[in-house]
C-alpha cells in the first residue's frame, strides 16, 4: 500500500519562485490606457510596491523568496501531497492520482501564498496599511493574515450580501485585526455614489474594487492587494508547484495530467507552470498535459472571447489582453464560489490562446457530485473551487480505466470547504440545477466594449 | 530557527494502543446498578460489540490496533505536532511550546480515532448500524465518517436546537452518508414522550442520550456509540500521545508539564496517559505534571464531588463513579463547545482524587483572549475547547517568564474552530461574559442524588 501523505520537511521549502515570463511562446501584450488609447501601465504604478511592479514584468525567470517570507510560510507550508489512494479504489482506475492541499494554511486555501509576499513588500517600502476587496471573503482572510504577520492594517471592502449573509469569513478577518466595510460603504465617493443612487445596494465585486482601489489611490499610506490575475500573483503561487515536483520526486514519478480550477487563475498556475517550464526547457520525462477547468456559470476560457478588457466593472484598470466575458458580466446566483470573475490572468489566457493548456468547463451538480464522492472516499470536504478540479481529474482517471492507461493524474486541491456547508445543504436538498451562461450574452457584452471602445480591433497586439 | 512542524510518516504511526488500567494507582470502582444497589454492567453489554465490552475491562498494557483501522487513520494520520514559534515569541517566555494538532482529520478534531475503531469492530461483529447522539455535531460528523469507512448505517440524534440553529456539522454528516434526526424525535418511546408533553421542546444532550440508547436497545441490527467518558474511548485516543512521543524524541525534548482540556476526558488522557505511563514505569526523564483545564461554567472536575452518579439525565447508564456536578446538570447558555458534560471520565476522575493530575477552571472570557492570542501568533483559530489548553499553556509559559525556567509545556489543540465562528462573533463583539457554575448548585444536585439513593454513601467503593 502506498503511503497516502508525501511530505517534506521545512529546509526542503523553496528558495525561489518561478517566473513564467520568460518562457511564455511570445511576450505579453501591454496594457493599453484608453484614452490614449495605447500602452500604458494605468493606475497599476500609482497602487502597488515598486518591487511588486518589478515583479509583474520580471525577466528574471527565479525570483529569491525573502527570508522573511519564507519564516512566514512555515506556519503551514510545505504543504502535504496525498495520493488519492480512497479514490482510485473507488473509481476501479489504473490511473494513479495525487492532489496537493493547500487548506492546511491559515485560512484554508492557497490564498496566504501570495497575501504574505504582498503584505512583506508593502511593508519593506514603508506603507502601513493594505485596501482590498474580498467576495465571500476567501481573499479577504487571506489579505487580513499576512498583513497582521508584518504588522500593516488592512482594509477590506466587503461585498455587503456577504457580509450580512456569510458573516463567518468576516469573523475570521477581524480576529485577525482587521477593517472590514460593507461595500457600498461611505468610505469612499464611489461608494456614497452608489448608495445615494440605491440606499439598499446589495453590492458587487465590481464595486467593492472601485472602492479599494479609490482608498489607496487617495490615501499616501495605503496601497492595493490583489488575490490572483497579475503576474506577480501567478508569481507567488509558484511555491505550490515546485513543492509538489520535489513531492513526486520522492515517489519516483511524474504527472501526464495536470489539473486545476481557474477563477482568476492563479492556483493552477501556481501547481502547473513549474511543470510546463521541465517542458520548455527540455528537461520534462512526460509530454504532460495541462487542463484547466471552470464553471458553465462563469465560462470566462471556454465561451469568453481573447481580447482587451477592463479588469474591473467600473473601468478603473487599463485594458488587458485576456479572455473575457464583458467587464460588465454579472455572474448568476450559483455557488461555485470564487469562480466568478469575468476574466481570465493574461498568462494563462495567452496559453490557452496558444494551445498550451487545455480547458474545459463543467457545471455545478456534476462539480458537487464530485465533491460528494471525494469527501466519501478522501474524507476531505473540498472547497466548491477546487472541486471543479476532482471532477476534472475523475474524468481523466476514468478514462484511463477505459484505455487501461496507468497515467499519473496530478490535481490541486486549493481549499477546503468548512465555509461552503450552505452550498453543500442546498446539493444534498437538491436544490442546485445545472446552469450554463448563454453565448448570447458573451456576444452582447463584446458588442458593447466595441461600442464603447470602437478602435479596440485595431490594436496591433 | 527551530522547526515549527515536527511531522512523522505512515510507517510510524503506532501499532499499539496504550491502556492505562493496569497501571492505575488503584482499581477502578465497579459500575452500580441502582436497581441491585450492587455492582453490575447495567445495559453496558447490550449496546456495545464484545471487542470493546474486552477493552472496557482491559488487563492488558498493550491493545493491538487492527490492521483495517491503522488503513484508515492513514488519511491523516500521523497528524503534526507543532511548535509554537510564534506563541513564544509573542509571549517572551524562556519556556518551550508544543502542540499536538488533531485538526487536519475528516471531522477536523481527534473524535475519529475513536470513532474509527468504534465503527470496525461493530461491522466485525456483524452489526449494520450505529445509533448516537450529538450535541452540535463535532462527535456526530466523527461517528458518520467512521461508520461510512466501515459501509455501516449511521443514526444521529441530534439536540433540536443545534439541528436548527448550528446546521453545518448536520450538512458534514449527511455528506458523509448518516441519517440525521432532530430530537427530540418521533423515531423513539423516549422521544415521543417528551414531543407529547412539550410540542416545541428544544431538546438536551441527555434526551439525545435517550433515544439513541434505545434504538440501539430496540434494535437487533444496531449499537450505540459514544465519543468520550468510557475507559475504551480513552484507550483509542492513545494513538496521539504515542505519536507525540515520538516527535518529541525526535528533537529530543520532553515535557515538563501537559495540558489538555476536559469535557468528558478522552482528548487530554489520549495526550497525557502514555506520559504517565513512562512515569509509573520509571522510564521518564522529567517529573512530568499533567493539567486538566475545563470551563467554569463547567466545573465538573474542579467543583464537582467524586461520588457515583449516572452518566445521563434519563439514569440509563449505570451509576459510575466519577467527578460529576449531577445527572440532572444544565449547562448554562454559554459557548466553550464540547466542555458542557457533568461528568468526567472514570479513569481521570479517579486520577484527579489520588492527586496524579492538577486541574484548573478557566471562564470563558479569558479563554477566548487566549484563543485570539493563538490565532494572531500561529495563524490557526482553534475550537473554544482546546482554546482552555491554549489558555493553561500561556499561563505556565508565563510563570516560566517570571522564574526563568526553561520548561518544555505540550499541549493538545484537538481541533480548529472552523464551525465555531459565531462563538468568536460573540467575543468580538463582547457580548461573552464571564461566568461561574454557582457552588449552592452542585450541592443541591448532590443532594437530590442522595434523596434518590440514600445508600449511595454505603457502597463499598
Given at each position: 500500500m502506498p503511503s497516502r501523505k508525501i511530505l517534506l520537511d521545512?529546509?526542503?521549502?523553496?528558495?525561489q519562485w518561478y517566473c513564467i515570463l520568460p518562457d511564455l511562446p511570445k511576450p505579453l501584450p501591454p496594457t493599453i490606457e484608453p484614452a490614449k488609447k495605447a500602452p500604458g501601465p494605468g493606475i497599476v504604478p500609482l497602487i502597488f510596491p515598486k518591487e511588486i511592479i518589478a515583479q509583474e514584468f520580471s525577466k528574471d525567470r527565479w525570483v529569491d523568496i525573502p527570508e522573511e517570507v519564507r519564516e512566514i510560510y512555515r506556519i503551514w507550508r510545505p504543504t502535504p501531497l496525498y495520493r488519492a489512494v480512497g479514490l482510485e479504489k473507488a473509481l476501479k482506475t489504473p490511473a494513479k492520482i495525487y492532489y496537493k492541499y493547500e487548506g492546511t494554511s491559515p485560512s484554508g486555501s492557497h490564498k496566504p501564498n501570495t497575501a504574505v509576499a504582498q503584505a512583506y513588500y508593502n511593508m519593506k517600502e514603508g506603507k502601513e496599511r493594505i485596501a482590498t476587496e474580498t467576495g465571500a471573503g476567501q481573499w479577504g482572510s487571506a489579505i487580513a493574515f499576512g498583513c497582521m504577520t508584518f504588522k500593516l492594517d488592512c482594509t477590506v471592502y466587503m461585498v455587503r450580501v456577504s457580509y450580512d449573509q456569510k458573516p463567518y469569513r468576516r469573523v475570521m478577518m477581524e480576529l485577525w485585526d482587521a477593517k472590514v466595510h460593507p461595500s457600498p460603504s461611505t468610505k469612499t465617493e464611489a461608494g456614497r455614489k452608489i448608495l445615494k443612487e440605491d440606499p439598499e445596494s446589495t453590492g458587487s465585486l465590481g464595486i467593492a474594487i472601485s472602492e479599494a482601489v479609490e482608498d489607496a489611490l487617495t490615501h499616501e499610506e495605503a496601497n492595493y492587494g490583489i488575490g490572483s490575475v497579475f503576474n506577480h500573483v501567478l508569481l507567488h503561487q509558484t511555491v505550490v508547484g515546485l513543492e509538489t515536483k520535489k513531492q513526486l520526486e520522492k515517489v519516483e514519478d511524474y504527472p501526464d495530467v495536470i489539473v486545476g480550477c481557474i477563477g482568476g487563475g492563479s492556483s493552477f498556475s501556481g501547481l502547473f507552470t513549474p511543470f510546463y517550464y521541465d517542458k520548455v526547457s527540455g528537461k520534462a520525462p512526460k509530454d504532460t498535459r495541462f487542463l484547466a477547468t471552470e464553471a458553465t456559470a462563469c465560462p470566462s476560457i471556454t465561451k469568453g472571447e481573447y481580447m482587451f478588457d477592463h479588469g474591473d466593472t467600473a473601468r478603473i484598470t487599463p485594458l488587458i489582453k485576456m479572455h473575457t466575458l464583458g467587464h460588465d458580466f454579472i455572474p448568476p446566483p450559483i455557488h461555485a464560489g470564487g469562480l466568478r470573475y469575468h476574466g481570465i490572468a493574461p498568462i494563462l489566457s495567452m496559453l490557452a490562446q496558444e494551445k498550451k493548456i487545455e480547458t474545459r468547463a463543467y457545471d455545478q451538480v456534476e462539480v458537487f457530485d464530485a465533491a460528494r464522492l471525494f469527501a466519501q472516499t478522501e474524507g476531505l470536504v473540498s472547497a466548491p473551487e477546487p472541486s471543479h478540479a476532482i471532477k476534472g481529474a475523475i474524468d481523466e482517471a476514468l478514462r484511463c480505466k477505459e484505455t487501461g492507461e496507468e497515467k499519473t493524474i496530478l490535481f490541486m486541491l486549493c481549499g477546503h470547504g468548512h465555509f461552503d456547508m450552505q452550498a453543500f445543504d442546498d446539493y444534498l436538498q437538491g436544490k442546485l440545477l445545472p446552469y450554463e451562461y448563454p453565448e448570447e450574452e458573451v456576444q452582447k457584452s463584446m458588442k458593447r466594449l466595441r461600442e464603447l471602445y470602437p478602435w479596440i480591433d485595431t490594436l496591433p497586439y
Amino acid at each position: 500500500m502506498p503511503s497516502r501523505k508525501i511530505l517534506l520537511d521545512e529546509e526542503e521549502m523553496p528558495k525561489q519562485w518561478y517566473c513564467i515570463l520568460p518562457d511564455l511562446p511570445k511576450p505579453l501584450p501591454p496594457t493599453i490606457e484608453p484614452a490614449k488609447k495605447a500602452p500604458g501601465p494605468g493606475i497599476v504604478p500609482l497602487i502597488f510596491p515598486k518591487e511588486i511592479i518589478a515583479q509583474e514584468f520580471s525577466k528574471d525567470r527565479w525570483v529569491d523568496i525573502p527570508e522573511e517570507v519564507r519564516e512566514i510560510y512555515r506556519i503551514w507550508r510545505p504543504t502535504p501531497l496525498y495520493r488519492a489512494v480512497g479514490l482510485e479504489k473507488a473509481l476501479k482506475t489504473p490511473a494513479k492520482i495525487y492532489y496537493k492541499y493547500e487548506g492546511t494554511s491559515p485560512s484554508g486555501s492557497h490564498k496566504p501564498n501570495t497575501a504574505v509576499a504582498q503584505a512583506y513588500y508593502n511593508m519593506k517600502e514603508g506603507k502601513e496599511r493594505i485596501a482590498t476587496e474580498t467576495g465571500a471573503g476567501q481573499w479577504g482572510s487571506a489579505i487580513a493574515f499576512g498583513c497582521m504577520t508584518f504588522k500593516l492594517d488592512c482594509t477590506v471592502y466587503m461585498v455587503r450580501v456577504s457580509y450580512d449573509q456569510k458573516p463567518y469569513r468576516r469573523v475570521m478577518m477581524e480576529l485577525w485585526d482587521a477593517k472590514v466595510h460593507p461595500s457600498p460603504s461611505t468610505k469612499t465617493e464611489a461608494g456614497r455614489k452608489i448608495l445615494k443612487e440605491d440606499p439598499e445596494s446589495t453590492g458587487s465585486l465590481g464595486i467593492a474594487i472601485s472602492e479599494a482601489v479609490e482608498d489607496a489611490l487617495t490615501h499616501e499610506e495605503a496601497n492595493y492587494g490583489i488575490g490572483s490575475v497579475f503576474n506577480h500573483v501567478l508569481l507567488h503561487q509558484t511555491v505550490v508547484g515546485l513543492e509538489t515536483k520535489k513531492q513526486l520526486e520522492k515517489v519516483e514519478d511524474y504527472p501526464d495530467v495536470i489539473v486545476g480550477c481557474i477563477g482568476g487563475g492563479s492556483s493552477f498556475s501556481g501547481l502547473f507552470t513549474p511543470f510546463y517550464y521541465d517542458k520548455v526547457s527540455g528537461k520534462a520525462p512526460k509530454d504532460t498535459r495541462f487542463l484547466a477547468t471552470e464553471a458553465t456559470a462563469c465560462p470566462s476560457i471556454t465561451k469568453g472571447e481573447y481580447m482587451f478588457d477592463h479588469g474591473d466593472t467600473a473601468r478603473i484598470t487599463p485594458l488587458i489582453k485576456m479572455h473575457t466575458l464583458g467587464h460588465d458580466f454579472i455572474p448568476p446566483p450559483i455557488h461555485a464560489g470564487g469562480l466568478r470573475y469575468h476574466g481570465i490572468a493574461p498568462i494563462l489566457s495567452m496559453l490557452a490562446q496558444e494551445k498550451k493548456i487545455e480547458t474545459r468547463a463543467y457545471d455545478q451538480v456534476e462539480v458537487f457530485d464530485a465533491a460528494r464522492l471525494f469527501a466519501q472516499t478522501e474524507g476531505l470536504v473540498s472547497a466548491p473551487e477546487p472541486s471543479h478540479a476532482i471532477k476534472g481529474a475523475i474524468d481523466e482517471a476514468l478514462r484511463c480505466k477505459e484505455t487501461g492507461e496507468e497515467k499519473t493524474i496530478l490535481f490541486m486541491l486549493c481549499g477546503h470547504g468548512h465555509f461552503d456547508m450552505q452550498a453543500f445543504d442546498d446539493y444534498l436538498q437538491g436544490k442546485l440545477l445545472p446552469y450554463e451562461y448563454p453565448e448570447e450574452e458573451v456576444q452582447k457584452s463584446m458588442k458593447r466594449l466595441r461600442e464603447l471602445y470602437p478602435w479596440i480591433d485595431t490594436l496591433p497586439y
